[in-house]
């Protein structure tokens, strides 16, 4: 008899997105005059920048011509994308990556999902509260976790994430074996420095532990002392892989492009305290589970990195963080506390007594305001709610203004 | 302490192909003047057909203005594409398969290595021999089998496919939970008829079993009397998954696109014997662990569709089989004994009393000719090569010679 992975039963009802999707869905279908304006979901809204529209039409076209045609490419990519990843993200930021330490991928998501593959069932693991909640989930189903008891799992080592500790994670008291960060954060959009780091670092090489480090907004940073990468932290090539991606950095959300940094000094444990290369074990998942990203998507991202490419892409990240300043100052003058904003397109939002579910739905229902309710995230986000600056500033402006109505309403 | 997943101790030293690749490149940096001639790996070499590339292209202009771009694409596929593939590939064929049973996927590799994670770890899997190493693979890294040992892992039930049963997997004599199939077969080229799949299906209701059957060379059949898709067969949607790819079909090794079927009929069980929805199940996994397959690339695979698309296509394959219709004779004109070819772009040949990696390095360093070695595929792929029609007709009919050339010489 086929049977199942008894895990799933473990997983919440549904994924975060679908449910906020079905909500939206509802409302607009009972309004269907409603304008909703949509600052939930992290999902970007400006077209691909021309320098990468081109190249990606330029792959399309080799494509077209058996002469120059690309069939299967090399499982970790293509070395013109990987070098100028290993260039422009690391190397010039002093960081010694090299192109032979990056896996191009469909997407930060599929790597973040996939990545725990690669390590006993029984390890303990650390995470963030509120949290991205594919690590959670994609533990849970690999049976990394016990049972789903009041809003947690059991087994797991939640790091509470509040204003009393300014949204940063503490180290955990208890020893835990992999460790997820996100920085700039989703979805609280707070910050770490380099001192912050160094910490995690220390503790990992401390503890033999492993850092998952999620950096998928790296580029909304605007502060030139804060770091773009784990790797700027000297050590931290030992203890921490990094996801990237071009979702966010370059408008690739419905484009499907990121990559992972496993350098080749970073090593696990197999049972008899023997060191295990961790790049070798991905290279064998990556090769047998995947078979590369689209060529002229790859030709897309490689055209991120050029001159016209870089100077488009930093326009359209400065159009999001003016929308971020435009939501700070009007949640703000509304006399709510908010976190993010800054080095984020995420603004993280008190609800003060109001539950985060409540407050989302008094947006949708009096403003056809789409935001995010913090619960999704975790325990810590159940006062809170997250809004994207993901939109035009229209789209934005006039949020902003239909929010203030509703709550001028909402507290009369 | 971080500790690995040590299943990844039980794989083969490296993942076949990059063997091969490894070999190539070290006899082509000691003859840099031989032209080698690759028939080894099953990756196409012509050109996206035109009506692709227009869509492909269409779909890239719509990315380059706000007003059309598309960000984050619903989880399962587009719908525009997932109602294409439903009309044309199955209820034109009387399979009642619906849009909303097909999940859109970067290729039929991930979806054929990822779906083994719905199952429970202690299920019994049989897997034909030779076989795709990717089914073998996963397993074992997920913990399904035992030690490798004289060749084979524990606990997974091999059905070896050999000439004296046509090489056509027969059902096993213990009882089994998860059996892969693939029609027509990669590596050895065989085809299934209806009467054949039905016998499976049939096994699959009475043992509560599940098939995953990955049909990527479906279109290469060119007898109407044989089935392109499993859901050809009555009461199949209960009991079993189907892998499709646009890889082969339709030119997409290097743009990735493959779907998989689930249809909603199709049960397996907990531990409890209650029945639980498959589609449920992967529809939960496929969105928390992936994030959709670019959009631009979705147009590409709905032109495919387009009665352009569909004669393009069609010429191909064509094309393909008239190189794999060379290949055959030439064998047959060397007293070599094969199957496959004929619904099929690959020829299973007997090598006599040659070891395939013998015969490889034959065919490689006096003819400069790469094959597969079946033993690369399994146990029962050890007297056997696998030569692959995907090339332009000028190298097939060069290698062809040069292989008769070589062979007479080794002969002699």
Redesign the interface.
């Known amino acids: ?6 895990n ?2 473990k ?1 919440k009802a ?2 975060l997105f ?1 449910d906020i999707a079905k909500k939206v869905e509802q409302v607009q279908l009972e309004n269907p005059e409603k304008q909703i304006i949509k600052l939930g ?1 992290g ?6 920048a ?1 320098a990468i ?1 081109k190249g ?2 330029d792959g ?2 080799e ?4 002469a120059t ?5 090399p ?1 970790p990519g293509y070395e013109f994308l990987r070098r100028k990843i290993a260039e422009n993200d690391f190397q010039k930021r002093g960081a010694d990556i090299k192109a032979d330490e990056i896996f191009v991928s ?2 930060a ?2 790597d973040a ?2 990545f725990q ?7 303990k693991i650390a995470i963030p509260d509120p949290v991205y ?2 690590y959670l ?2 533990n849970v ?1 690999a049976g990394r976790t016990g049972e789903f008891e009041n809003g947690r799992y059991k087994g797991i080592v939640y790091m509470d994430c509040l204003k009393e500790n300014s949204f940063l994670p503490e180290l955990p008291d208890e020893d835990v ?2 460790i997820y960060l996100c920085f700039p954060n989703n979805p609280t959009g707070s910050t770490a420095t380099k001192e912050e780091l160094k910490k995690w670092v220390d503790y990992a090489k401390e ?4 850092i998952l480090f999620d950096a998928a907004y790296e580029s909304f940073i605007r502060d030139e002392t804060l770091p773009r990468t784990i790797y700027e932290i000297e050590g931290a090539k030992e203890v921490a892989v990094e996801f990237r991606s071009f979702s966010k950095t370059a ?1 690739f ?4 492009c990121g990559f992972i940094v496993v350098p080749k000094e970073c090593m ?4 008899k ?1 023997e060191k ?1 290369s961790l790049h070798s ?1 991905w290279d ?2 990556h ?11 790859q030709k897309a991202a490689e055209a991120v990195y050029s001159q016209e490419g870089q100077a488009q892409i930093k326009a359209q990240i400065d159009y999001y963080l003016n929308n971020a300043d435009i939501i700070r100052k009007s949640i703000k003058s509304l006399g709510f506390d908010y976190v993010g904003g800054e080095h984020s397109p995420y603004i993280w939002i008190d609800g003060k007594t109001r539950d985060s579910w409540e407050f989302f739905d008094l947006l949708l229902n009096k403003a056809s305001v789409v935001c995010t309710p913090g619960a999704g995230f975790g325990m810590c986000g159940k006062p809170y709610i997250r809004i994207s600056a993901f939109n ?1 500033l229209e789209n934005v402006t006039m949020a902003m203004e239909r929010i203030k109505d509703a709550l001028r309403g909402d507290q009369a």
Request: proline share 4%.
């Open positions: 008899m086929i049977r199942a992975n008894e799933y039963n997983l549904s994924y679908a979901i999902d970007v809204t400006k077209a691909l021309p529209i990606f039409h399309v076209d494509m077209a011509d058996d045609f690309r069939g299967y490419g499982s469909d997407g998501k599929c999902g996939n593959e690669l390590f006993a069932t029984d390890i909640p594919v989930d994609t189903m074996d992999l503890n033999k532990a492993l408008g959300t419905g484009t499907r696990i444990f197999n049972s305290n295990i074990m064998r998942r090769s047998t589970k995947f078979n590369g990203v689209s060529y002229p998507v035009s």
